[in-house]
């Protein structure tokens, strides 16, 4: 009788669930590109368990998810169906977690808004079948934030933790939860969150000491590459409002968020958990140079959460007139209708239907082969289609110190180079556009290969090229 009486007050919610979960079912099995930051999380999960045989290993990336999937791998299962089906389940875990806080912190009418605007949002519908780290690392934020309210504070420390094992930023959310009870005046509760995030934190810093002879240096490392990777503060630089452009985009109905916070504004004391839930990780972006929409994620589903707070309060006022029993099915009828549409429209205007030939032929030239020697690669995703270790010539950041080095070591071991996979369309080997010196570094090392390798791999699409020297 219990479960029954549960499953008719929230039916809503497993009916939205059941939604979500048949749309994504129809696009889960299209093709779908394996992005740049994928095949780097998929080569250091081969690293990672294969003792350094296999795969490639990037010192400024969280650690956790890279464990995760290597966990597939190990078990000879497909990483990247492994991924895609672990973030379409972390989709609808995500949903759920939305509409519970929802009930926590506002009421049930609020959580039916937040949870569907969230489970249609244009930007996780999207990120959820690329195998990125942002579902795992807001799912366990949203986690974290559940413990918090429910006081379990060291959980809640703990599951931080994890979450900036995941994606780095997403530490700041213990500043938050830091914050509120400096505000609320909570000393034991601060100290055990403390506790919680510091114990993955400390194995996080153990492994760097042992593994670079240093405790903070991927940390600081990750700070200088994202201050100069030239794709998101050059090619792509979009300036700090950005971000309140995208929160629009990604479902119209997040401008409510404006009427939430203008409510909550008076009793800004009680609800400062989920104002200080955006309000500091908007400005730790805001203020970074490099921004993308996809960072979004870590506090998107706070603002759903004001969004569905400023539909329910329209839901009042509209319901003062004789039409009051209509209000909230035509409202729930209409955020859902817009919320599915717009978020299908954005994948289909983003996500190619057909994959580019050219380019899957040259990340899988390996696919099957075994060759004795050095494998070095401008793309991480070269290392997704085979088990053999890869080598970057393009990390951390592709410039002129990074040409001559890898300029110095191909002339003077070429002799240890079984193969050299270069493309231009990656981002790999594009310089700088004030680096002078870099173009000809890169000019010089294309000419070296010309004279003492072999070309066995062209392939042209558009403006893209792919080569692959040999021996």
Not at 442 to 450: A, I, K, P, V, Y
Request: aromatic share 16%; glycine share 6%; proline share 4%.
């Amino acid at each position: 009788m219990k479960l029954l009486a549960h499953l008719k007050r929230h039916a809503l919610l497993y009916t939205l669930i059941g939604i979500a979960a048949l749309v994504r079912l129809l696009f889960l099995f299209d093709p779908h590109e394996v992005w740049w930051d994928s095949g780097v999380y998929l080569g250091m999960a081969k690293y990672f368990w294969s003792g350094g045989t296999a795969g490639l290993w990037e010192h400024i990336r969280p650690v956790l998810w890279p464990v995760v999937l290597g966990a597939a791998w190990w078990a000879k299962l497909n990483m990247i169906w492994f991924a895609r089906i672990l973030e379409f389940l972390l989709t609808l875990v995500s949903i759920g977690l939305v509409y519970v806080l929802g009930l926590r912190l506002f009421s049930q009418r609020t959580a039916i808004f937040a949870s569907i605007i969230w489970a249609f949002s244009s930007i996780m519908f999207y990120l959820g079948f690329h195998e990125y780290t942002e579902l795992p690392a807001v799912t366990l934020i949203l986690v974290a934030l559940l413990a918090f309210v429910h006081e379990r504070w060291f959980f809640a420390g703990l599951l931080t933790s994890l979450a900036f094992l995941t994606k780095f930023p997403a530490g700041i959310f213990v500043v938050v939860l830091g914050l509120v009870l400096l505000i609320w005046r909570r000393w034991k509760a601060l100290s055990l969150l403390t506790i919680g995030f510091g114990l993955p934190a400390a194995a996080f810093l153990v492994f760097n000491q042992v593994m670079y002879d240093t405790m903070l240096g991927p940390l600081i490392a990750a700070r200088e590459s994202i201050l100069s990777v030239l794709g998101c503060n050059v090619l792509r630089f979009n300036p700090w409002y950005q971000y309140l452009g995208w929160i629009v985009f990604d479902n119209v109905f997040n401008v409510f968020a404006v009427v939430g916070i203008a409510f909550l504004a008076r009793q800004w004391k009680k609800h400062v958990l989920i104002l200080l839930a955006v309000l500091v990780p908007a400005l730790y972006f805001m203020q970074l140079h490099c921004r993308e929409y996809r960072y979004l994620a870590l506090f998107l589903p706070f603002i759903v959460l004001l969004a569905g707070h400023g539909l329910e309060r329209l839901a009042r006022v509209l319901e003062r007139g004789a039409w009051r029993p209509w209000v909230m099915p035509a409202l729930v009828l209409m955020v859902m209708a817009v919320s599915v549409t717009h978020g299908i429209l954005f994948y289909h205007n983003n996500e190619p239907r057909v994959l580019d030939a050219a380019a899957e032929r040259y990340y899988r030239w390996l696919e099957g082969k075994r060759l004795e020697g050095e494998i070095w690669s401008s793309n991480p995703l070269v290392s997704v289609y085979t088990d053999m270790p890869v080598q970057k010539m393009y990390y951390p950041i592709y410039k002129e110190e990074t040409a001559i080095d890898f300029n110095a070591y191909l002339q003077k071991h070429a002799d240890r180079i079984a193969a050299v996979f270069l493309d231009n369309c990656g981002g790999g080997i594009v310089c700088p556009p004030d680096d002078a010196e870099c173009e000809r570094q890169l000019q010089t090392m294309r000419s070296f290969l010309n004279e003492r390798f072999r070309q066995v791999f062209f392939a042209q699409s558009g403006t893209c090229w792919y080569v692959i020297y040999t021996h």
